[in-house]
């Protein structure tokens, strides 16, 4: 069993339906093995987001979780010799929240390396004091926040502001970042270096407030090999839309490694495409949510509308890109007149391509798809 233990309890889950302590958390002769931890909240408060006159069991706030004892968590983590990694989550889709408490407890860990969140409201309470000592957070080097679609909007400014002040003391150690970019501390990025961050990765609604061109904020994270921006777009905002990098920017590419690359809702007008590096292997210019969403499901899609591109804007854009080496293309688009151009010059403009994706719509349903064999 010695043997076996530190591969059999690698990984481990623990559901949590009542306030964590020892008998409802792992054995402690389990804790020297844990590298990675998921928390899974059962907590019965929850039904009390979705039928507000039910009585709270454990919360004292319905929009904080009150399982998650700050205390418990530190003292236990903090014993966890190997531990690595922390996701916290829950399973259904009500607006339940972490509290700083929680978080604090768990960064608190200075063997932590990797910490994800799932589903939960960050801090939507009150954000914490943006005087935290630099050696108070472990050095992660991944951070995940993955938001629920549905919570978009809900208390913004306070999960913005609380996500600056975690994300804006871990500059210096971190690699892998994905926040939704409505809630992304756009300031905090432009402002600080990011020496060491390799993949950045923002989803949700366009970034609110953005007053500077999205490359200037890139131009802090000179070692990135993958970054992902994809921004859906809210129907009742329809003027926030910007080019990354607007024509007049006087900037050196700042990514000179950069081997993958997300874009949705791609603008011809971007002076992005003509400066992409020769290392890039991978480029996907799509919708956010996929435009078959928007046909096949439009109930699901209500919040945002799709102004996915034509065939003719893809073939401008992809005209004006200079990699050679690329492998993988995915491409998603409304047939005109330059369909037959477009998909005719993938194959000369990328020589080393092996794998294409493509996304392709009628715009109307009567519309002929003519398909030549060259």
Request: aromatic share 10%; charged share 20%.
């Amino acid at each position: 069993m010695t043997l076996c233990a530190p591969v059999l309890f690698e990984s481990c889950t623990v559901t949590i339906r009542r306030p964590i302590t020892t008998p409802q958390f792992l054995p402690p002769t389990l804790w020297p093995f844990v590298r990675t931890l998921h928390l899974v909240d059962h907590c019965p408060d929850l039904r009390s987001m979705r039928y507000p006159g039910d009585r709270l069991w454990f919360a004292t706030d319905p929009l904080i979780c009150g399982v998650l004892s700050s205390t418990f968590l530190k003292d236990a983590l903090r014993a966890m010799p190997r531990l690595r990694s922390v996701h916290v989550g829950f399973l259904w889709m009500e607006e339940h929240g972490l509290g700083w408490d929680a978080i604090d407890a768990i960064l608190s860990a200075s063997q932590l390396r990797e910490f994800t969140i799932r589903t939960y409201l960050f801090c939507p309470r009150e954000a914490p004091a943006r005087e935290i000592p630099l050696d108070h957070f472990a050095r992660l080097t991944t951070f995940h926040y993955a938001r629920l679609p549905s919570h978009f909007g809900l208390h913004g400014d306070v999960q913005r502001e609380s996500l600056a002040v975690v994300v804006g003391n871990l500059n210096l150690s971190l690699e892998h970042l994905r926040l939704p970019s409505d809630l992304a501390p756009i300031a905090t990025l432009a402002s600080l270096p990011w020496p060491r961050l390799r993949e950045l990765k923002l989803d949700g609604a366009y970034p609110p407030n953005l007053d500077v061109p999205l490359i200037y904020v890139i131009s802090r994270m000179p070692n990135l090999r993958k970054l992902a921006l994809l921004f859906s777009l809210p129907w009742d905002d329809q003027s926030q839309r910007k080019a990354l990098w607007p024509r007049g920017c006087s900037l050196d590419f700042p990514l000179p490694d950069l081997e993958e690359l997300t874009i949705s809702y791609p603008d011809p007008e971007d002076c992005l495409y003509s400066h992409l590096p020769p290392t890039l292997r991978r480029l996907s210019l799509r919708c956010c949510p996929h435009h078959c969403v928007h046909v096949w499901k439009p109930g699901d899609c209500r919040r945002w509308y799709s102004p996915i591109p034509h065939a003719s804007q893809l073939w401008r854009i992809l005209s004006d890109v200079k990699v050679p080496l690329l492998q993988h293309l995915q491409l998603e688009y409304i047939i005109d007149y330059a369909d037959g151009a477009l998909l005719g010059s993938i194959a000369t403009l990328f020589p080393a391509i092996s794998s294409l994706e493509i996304h392709r719509f009628r715009d109307d349903d009567n519309a002929k798809v003519a398909i030549v064999r060259t």
